[in-house]
């Protein structure tokens, strides 16, 4: 596990107030905000009228968008603790996509899985 870039989690889903910075004159803007060093909650991602987010559909994306750090978290962990295990070939391939997914998630190129020794046979 490299180094956090993003803002460390837990990250939930707010609905900002009308006016200030980030809130829409008269209406609602939505975001997805995280706790601070300083104990104050920080917005991560801010939006308004973008995709509908009081739809069902916008509603999830933020959630996903929210649940994100505990995904990478997730997967990060699964990696660590199966890395030097030899797994049946489909829980290898979990596990190279769990791979693919951590790098991709922290802007990296995709680790090469031409490596088979790892495989087993179950």
């Given amino acids: 596990m490299s180094g956090v870039k993003h803002t460390p989690?837990?990250?939930?889903?707010?609905?900002?107030?009308?006016?200030?910075?980030?809130?829409?004159?008269?209406?609602?803007?939505?975001?997805?905000?995280?706790?601070?060093?300083?104990?104050?909650?920080?917005?991560?991602?801010?939006w308004r009228g973008i995709a509908r987010p009081a739809?069902?559909?916008?509603?999830?994306?933020?959630?996903l968008i929210a649940a994100a750090p505990d995904l990478l978290e997730a997967l990060e962990s699964l990696v660590e603790h199966t890395?030097?295990?030899r797994l049946p070939v489909t829980a290898h391939m979990m596990r190279n996509r769990a791979r693919d997914t951590i790098a991709r998630a922290r802007g990296e190129q995709s680790p090469s899985h031409s490596d088979q020794k790892e495989?087993?046979?179950g």
């Fill in 119 to 121: 495989v087993g046979n």
């Fill in 83 to 85: 890395d030097g295990i």
């Fill in 55 to 63: 739809s069902p559909e916008g509603q999830a994306n933020a959630r």
């Fill in 9 to 46: 989690g837990p990250w939930k889903l707010d609905v900002l107030p009308s006016g200030g910075p980030f809130g829409a004159a008269g209406g609602r803007a939505y975001g997805v905000s995280a706790r601070g060093a300083n104990g104050l909650s920080m917005p991560v991602v801010v």
